[in-house]
């Protein structure tokens, strides 16, 4: 099978649309060394985001090193200071950084210890390095036993340092809001990026080109409607760009377009299956209000009409479908459904 879009890698190049601002603004923070949180859905594009603004790091000749520390696996405070500690000492080898023989001292003597989070500030400061730590999905802390020890710990050390830039970067919306702003942790970290659906004409544009290249066409109302059922999701829109892009050697169809996204659903209806049987009743009936459109949830209309019992239990089946990141709620305090294609399934499948 072809793959004619970054649907399992970075996007880069042409294929990276519509952020170049975000892209910019991550860059020159790098550069004038301003901590940085991104965080949004899987899939979202947040990797492609820092791939670009490093390369623009590259372009300008900007030197760095980078400390890039996935947490996904870790599970405890000790597995998290372990993996730093070997992600920092691999990072400043392949770097070719020379460090003072009291920072060699100090690294033997470091071994998943707190003091190694300052080891990156230490070299900055003496070398004149720069360097950037980023943290990937860091709402697995809270999975730690102590998970506010950590936090504070990591707090204790980051706001005090003035020589490395901080990226903060999370999967999971609603978990890293719990740490941000419940929480209140790392309040110096005042700009986030957001991630917006991409611009509608460029993703337009982008793939017209990549089909007329081999022969191949789509049209923009086809694109547009690629577009609307992605919701302007990269990886979404690639991935049933890709399908159309496969299944045709000339011009793409309708029914062809239909095939491709149900191709989609097919490939993730068992997890969206999964979702399902983790939920109550009435967790379900709030899901559907908001599947619905229902923006007034606590209403006694809404609560009678859906049979949810009363405003104290909406609250609690809210809370409960946010923990399990199938919703969240926009800047207007509007509930919305995170996955759009488990959006797409509900429509197609299961609320039909």
């Not at 299956?273 to 009743?281: A, E, M």
Request: glycine content about 4%.
């Amino acid at each position: 099978m072809d793959i004619a879009f970054p649907i399992n890698k970075i996007a880069t190049g042409a294929a990276f649309l519509s952020r170049e601002k975000e892209a910019d603004t991550l860059a020159s923070n790098l550069v004038e060394r301003r901590h940085t949180l991104i965080y949004d859905s899987k899939k979202s594009g947040k990797h492609s985001l820092v791939r670009r603004a490093l390369d623009i790091l590259d372009d300008n000749g900007v030197r760095y090193i980078l400390i890039h520390l996935n947490l996904f696996r870790c599970r405890t405070e000790e597995t998290m200071l372990e993996l730093y500690t070997e992600t920092v000492c691999r990072a400043l080898a392949d770097s070719g950084c020379k460090l003072s023989p009291s920072i060699n001292e100090s690294i033997s003597q470091m071994s998943g210890k707190p003091d190694i989070l300052s080891l990156p500030e230490t070299i900055a400061s003496q070398n004149g390095a720069r360097i950037i730590v980023w943290f990937d999905e860091f709402q697995n802390i809270l999975n730690f036993d102590q998970s506010d020890e950590t936090l504070r710990l990591l707090e204790k050390h980051i706001l005090k340092h003035d020589h490395v830039t901080y990226i903060i970067m999370g999967s999971k919306i609603n978990a890293m809001n719990f740490i941000m702003e419940r929480m209140e942790y790392f309040p110096s970290f005042s700009e986030r990026i957001i991630l917006r659906p991409l611009n509608e004409d460029e993703v337009t544009r982008h793939v017209s080109r990549v089909f007329q290249k081999v022969g191949r066409i789509i049209t923009k109302k086809q694109t547009k409607f690629i577009y609307d059922c992605s919701q302007g999701n990269p990886w979404l829109i690639w991935r049933i760009a890709n399908s159309c892009f496969n299944l045709t050697r000339g011009y793409v169809t309708d029914d062809l377009i239909n095939e491709s996204i149900n191709i989609q659903l097919v490939t993730f209806e068992m997890r969206f299956h999964d979702i399902i049987d983790s939920l109550s009743n009435y967790q379900l009936q709030l899901l559907r209000a908001i599947y619905d459109g229902e923006v007034k949830l606590n209403s006694q209309d809404v609560i009678d009409h859906y049979g949810l019992s009363s405003s104290a239990n909406v609250h609690r089946l809210k809370e409960a479908l946010m923990k399990k990141e199938v919703i969240t709620f926009d800047d207007g305090n509007n509930p919305i459904i995170i996955d759009p294609l488990f959006l797409l399934w509900l429509k197609t499948r299961y609320f039909v």
